[in-house]
């Protein structure tokens, strides 16, 4: 509950910076609901269907890196990133994403995907200094309701083995 509790404060102090990025925000009104996602993250990991992260700095929860989706059978995985905005700009995230990145190959992941709402320039920037090839734009992918407009989505992958 402890942590629920540090992750909530994070979220909601970076809430009008996320928000754009992160619809689910809207569902997590309180430190419960923060822990009930991490019982899920939790269950998650047991039955190998996402690993969520916790990047954390002198003892801060400053963000969350992790594979959000699972596809064993095809050897690939999608990652989810967020960074508190105080902490932005330092190389977190993206020494974050390259050591998970790096764990999932070593487990035998082929693939590793990052889709990145089109105007999200951090989130791309991470996935572009990585090295990531942009592999397609999908249009109008999400419906962004406080916005009430469609939002297209870069999807940028990685390999383990080019072919």
């Not at 269907?49 to 064993?72: H, P, Q, R, S």
């Not at 932005?88 to 070593?106: A, P």
């Not at 791309?124 to 309701?145: P, S, T």
Request: hydrophobic fraction near 40%.
């Amino acid at each position: 509950m402890h942590n629920a509790k540090l992750m909530y404060e994070v979220l909601m102090k970076n809430k009008s910076f996320l928000l754009p990025w992160m619809q689910w925000l809207n569902n997590t009104k309180s430190v419960k609901d923060t822990h009930k996602f991490l019982i899920q993250s939790d269950k998650n990991w047991e039955n190998d269907k996402a690993y969520e992260y916790a990047i954390v700095l002198n003892d801060v929860i400053i963000g969350m890196c992790g594979a959000v989706v699972v596809d064993k059978n095809n050897k690939k995985v999608e990652l989810g990133y967020w960074l508190a905005n105080d902490y932005r700009g330092n190389g977190f995230m993206m020494e974050s994403v390259h050591m998970l990145e790096q764990e999932l190959f070593r487990n035998g992941f082929n693939k590793v995907i990052i889709h990145t709402d089109v105007l999200n320039k951090n989130s791309v920037n991470v996935a572009k200094k990585l090295g990531y090839e942009l592999e397609a734009i999908l249009k109008q992918d999400r419906f962004l309701k406080y916005e009430n407009r469609f939002r297209d989505t870069n999807c940028f992958a990685k390999f383990k083995h080019k072919i």
